[in-house]
Antibody, heavy 121, light 107 residues
């Protein structure tokens, strides 16, 4: 059974940092690209960032470029999102999602349950 | 960036109705269009990939069509469990982008 379990969310002050993690099981993690997708309260889905199977290619939405960094550790079946200079508008439920392929950027065939990030003073 | 526009933003239909949701891309995206269902309180679930391919395990009442800039998701024979918000997503270019969503309610 494929499982993606996010952690690391919480309440953080504006300007501070947070690191999200996603541990996966049930598939060969190092064969697939992975992504972070977020959903602000009451809003739609937004792609945040993605990384290819071997970390060779990464991509970011404009609204997080220069502030967020995606990474992965294939030995630990883990995906990460380092979030710096957080803003109130980054408040959202952050999902970890598996790509259908290894190259970066197709569609998401499995999702985690999300971890909530709240940016507030 | 490629903008994805869904319509309508919400709809209400009766059990058994056929429902159509439209997604339009701001430029041609070939068939790189995918549909997701998000039920209340749950993570999104892939329904259709590459415009018209049904994801394994998804009921056959869901279907997709289109190419280029205009796409549709059809639910043939709406069921109460189809209460959800539906999103399209393009993978033609980075950044990947989603439509704004269509909320489907049951009359």
């Amino acid at each position: 059974e494929v499982q993606l379990v996010e952690s690391g969310g919480g309440l953080v002050q504006p300007g501070r940092s947070l690191r999200l993690s996603c541990v996966v099981s049930g598939f060969s993690f190092d064969d697939y690209a992975m992504h972070w997708v977020r959903q602000a309260p009451g809003k739609g889905l937004e792609w945040v960032s993605g990384i290819s199977w071997n970390s060779g290619v990464t991509g970011y939405a404009d609204f997080v470029k220069g502030r967020f960094t995606i990474s992965r550790d294939n030995a630990k079946n883990s995906l990460y999102l380092q979030m710096n200079s957080l803003r109130a508008e980054d408040t959202a439920l952050y999902y970890c999602a598996k790509d259908k392929r290894g190259g970066m950027g197709t569609y998401f065939d499995y999702w985690g349950q999300g971890t909530l990030v709240t940016v507030s003073s | 960036d490629i903008q994805m526009t869904q319509s309508p933003s919400s709809l209400s239909a009766s059990v058994g109705d056929s429902v159509t949701i439209t997604c339009r891309a701001s430029q041609s995206i070939s068939s790189d269009l995918h549909w997701y269902q998000e039920k209340p309180g749950k993570a999104p679930n892939l329904l259709i990939y590459t415009a018209s391919s049904l994801q394994s395990g998804v009921p056959s009442r869901f279907s997709g069509s289109g190419s280029g800039t205009d796409f549709t998701l059809t639910i043939s024979g709406l069921l109460p469990e189809d209460l959800a918000t539906y999103y399209c997503q393009q993978s033609y270019s980075i950044p990947l982008t989603f439509g704004g969503g269509t909320k489907v309610e049951i009359k």
